[in-house]
């Protein structure tokens, strides 16, 4: 499965895996198509894998005790999800749902736990991968619990274009995927009405922009200032 080689070479954790490694890997890959809308695991299930996603984008959530859903990232082409499912026994964390039609390679815990019992290295690896996330957790932790919204919302958009981001020159960044304020609200934890205040004041200081509906990062030092605890 090439699309798996090319995205082990993209993934900082991986690219430095040897060459041979990635070939190895590429053979227990399980190609998958999945529509809009499909849930590929909920909170509570059994992990019995993870999911690369080569083409498409998902999101991971959580529902509270009421019901309401909580939006704790929006993943596109070359993320990796369910990674944890690998190194524990224990039920998935999160929901993950396709919100396009995605092209994903899916390796099942026991052919992992095969490979890496051959090639004791990759566990490392994917400790390293883990502890990247369980930082970033961490931080989003932190962020709710420390930064006003002004903060969170500048956060949730410079998290949104390491993942969705486009060089647009001049220390300029294209979120290239079409959010709506909901959404960003969802993620950054305040009220849509509050949030929409803070964007639109800073549509009107030049701080972001909006080309085409998506969202640009104009001021990326204003904006990091804003985030950093």
């Known amino acids: 499965m090439q699309e798996f080689i090319e ?3 993209q993934e ?3 690219s430095v895996l040897p060459d041979a490694f990635s070939e190895e890997l590429s053979k227990i890959v399980q190609p998958m198509n999945v529509k809009s809308g499909t849930v590929l695991f909920e909170a509570g299930d059994p992990g019995n ?3 690369a996603l ?3 984008t998902v999101k991971v959530s959580v529902l509270s005790v009421d019901g309401s859903e909580q939006l704790l990232a929006v993943l596109g082409p070359g993320s990796v999800v369910g990674e944890v499912a690998l190194l524990d026994d224990r039920p ?5 749902t396709a919100l396009k039609n995605c092209r994903l390679g899916f390796i099942s815990k026991n052919a992992f736990y095969r490979f ?3 090639n004791p290295v990759v566990y490392r690896h994917m400790l390293s991968i883990v502890a990247g996330r369980l930082r970033n957790s961490n931080d989003a932790l932190a962020a709710r619990s420390f930064l006003p919204l002004t903060g969170r919302v500048a956060q949730t958009l410079l ?8 060089d647009l020159g001049d220390d300029r960044i294209l979120i290239h995927y079409k959010l709506s304020q909901a959404e960003i609200a969802n993620m950054a934890g305040g009220a849509r009405e509050n949030v929409s205040r803070v964007l639109n004041s800073w549509k009107r200081e030049g701080t972001i922009s909006r080309l085409s509906g998506y969202y640009a990062l104009e001021k990326l030092g204003v904006l990091r200032a804003q985030a950093k605890l």
């Open 7 to 9: 995205l082990l070479k």
């Open 12 to 14: 900082p954790d991986l």
């Open 49 to 51: 894998g993870c999911y």
């Open 54 to 56: 080569i083409e498409g």
């Open 92 to 96: 998935r964390s999160a929901t993950v």
């Open 116 to 118: 890496a019992d051959d």
């Open 159 to 166: 998290q949104l274009a390491e993942t969705f981001g486009k």
